[in-house]
């Protein structure tokens, strides 16, 4: 059974920093995109960063770019999402997504709320 847990969330000062991780189990990671995304409240859920399948490749919403970071570890099935310079706009749900041609597989979401 496939299963995205994420963590790292919590409440930051604008300006500050926070680092997201997904843990995969329940399938073959290395297979899969995997990607990012928030929804804040009364906002469709967006797309803020994604990465290939080895890692090669990532991309970012333009409102991120430049402050957030998508990496992954294929020995660990494990994603990041390295987040800087944090905003209050940035204050949302984050959801952990792997998706192939035949599967798409979302994570129960970590809460992100930047307020001073």
């Known amino acids: 059974q496939a299963q995205l847990v994420e963590s790292g969330g919590g409440l930051v000062q604008p300006g500050g920093s926070l680092r997201l991780s997904c843990a995969a189990s329940?399938?073959?990671?290395?297979?899969?995109?995997m990607s990012w995304y928030r929804q804040a409240p009364g906002k469709e859920r967006e797309l803020v960063a994604a990465i290939s399948r080895t890692g090669g490749s990532t991309n970012y919403a333009d409102s991120v770019k430049g402050r957030f970071t998508i990496s992954r570890d294929n020995a660990k099935n494990t994603v990041y999402l390295q987040m800087n310079s944090l905003k209050p706009e940035d204050t949302a749900v984050y959801y952990c997504?792997?998706?192939?041609?035949?599967?798409?597989?979302w994570g129960q979401g970590t809460q992100v709320t930047v307020s001073s």
């Open positions: 329940g399938f073959t990671f290395s297979r899969y995109t």
């Open positions: 997504n792997a998706r192939d041609s035949s599967a798409n597989y």
